[in-house]
């Protein structure tokens, strides 16, 4: 059975613009061997693979920006 929805309140809205202004940490450091194979895929990109990644995602958030609802980029 679907829920109904909801709208949220001030202490809610409140709450998560607060959270989204926070700046945003890793919940623990790399380990080295995560340090090592980052390193070890970044050395084996090419330039071309690179400009792609980065071409993709600004994209990806031109596309976001134009959403509504969920997965809105504000």
Do not use: N, W
């Amino acid at each position: 059975m679907a829920q109904p929805d909801t709208t949220p309140d001030r202490a809610t809205r409140g709450a998560e613009d607060r959270a989204a202004a926070r700046e945003h940490q890793a919940d623990r450091p790399a380990t080295r061997e995560e340090e090592a194979a980052a390193e070890a895929s970044l050395e084996q990109q090419t330039e071309a693979e690179r400009a792609s990644v980065a071409e993709h995602e600004r994209e990806m958030a031109e596309r976001g920006a134009h959403q509504k609802g969920e997965g809105r980029i504000d």
